[in-house]
């Protein structure tokens, strides 16, 4: 049941190319996402809102499926909002559902896991098709060393050594449910994880570590170091921003 007390609660599902923006969270004189999005709603209800997300994205990350809510005491119905958000927001942001949702919804709380896809095209020349939505990588990956290191980072694990420094989480174990790379046409590969959280940069730092082993430059027993933190964060690559993407939240 909506609780109208509090005003409406309305969930929206939201896809974006995050090129050219400053990440998902509002910042001042910055364009970001969520910032957008709330400019726009405020201009349909002609008083401020704030969008609630799963999860922020960083400058240049895409998501294919992200959740946000919102609190708003007003007539326009989801289906409205739906159609005369898309018609104010630029094309880079689609929003592809907007429905109501219990008062006690909460996008980022109520999430039980979210699932992030990393694109890595593996060929000697760069396709100036995907240079923001893939990282381009010109020399041959071991692709049998990084399916191994995948299998390793699945379950329950302090992700400290994959974090950014001053993350700020209390608690960095996370429950890797999953990790899998599959090889798509064109020398396209897609790695795929689906955790009850993440910490902050943790999927670029594994994804950017992953591919040193990928190179040879670091062991699988190195990469085993870091995750026990028995390595130092100098072995820790960060992917490039592009080609990450928020794939799914689950609830």
């Not at 109208?4 to 609660?9: V, W």
């Not at 041959?140 to 302090?158: N, R, S, V």
């Not at 190179?215 to 921003?241: C, M, T, W, Y």
């Amino acid at each position: 049941m909506i609780n109208n007390i509090e005003g409406k609660n309305i969930k929206l599902v939201i896809t974006y190319d995050g090129t050219g923006y400053f990440g998902w969270q509002r910042q001042i004189n910055k364009l970001t996402i969520q910032g957008t999005i709330e400019e726009k709603i405020e201009i349909m209800v002609g008083k401020p809102v704030s969008l609630i997300a799963s999860g922020r994205t960083d400058a240049g990350v895409h998501a294919l499926h992200q959740v946000a809510n919102f609190r708003v005491s007003s007539t326009i119905t989801p289906a409205i909002f739906l159609k005369a958000l898309n018609s104010l927001l630029p094309g880079s942001i689609i929003i592809k559902e907007a429905e109501y949702v219990p008062s006690d919804f909460h996008a980022r709380y109520n999430a039980k896991s979210k699932v992030y896809e990393y694109r890595i095209k593996n060929e000697e020349l760069q396709s100036p098709f995907l240079r923001h939505y893939a990282w381009h990588i010109s020399r041959l990956l071991d692709i049998t060393a990084m399916e191994e290191c995948l299998k390793i980072i699945q379950g329950a694990h302090d992700f400290s050594f994959f974090s950014s420094t001053g993350d700020g989480m209390i608690d960095p174990v996370r429950n890797m449910f999953q990790a899998n790379l599959n090889l798509q046409k064109g020398n396209l590969l897609s790695f795929n994880f689906e955790a009850n959280g993440f910490l902050r940069h943790m999927v670029r730092n594994i994804m950017g570590t992953i591919v040193k082993v990928g190179l040879g430059e670091i062991s699988i027993d190195r990469f085993i170091g870091i995750l026990e933190a028995k390595e130092n964060q100098h072995s820790v690559l960060k992917a490039p921003p592009g080609g990450l993407y928020l794939k799914d939240v689950r609830y």
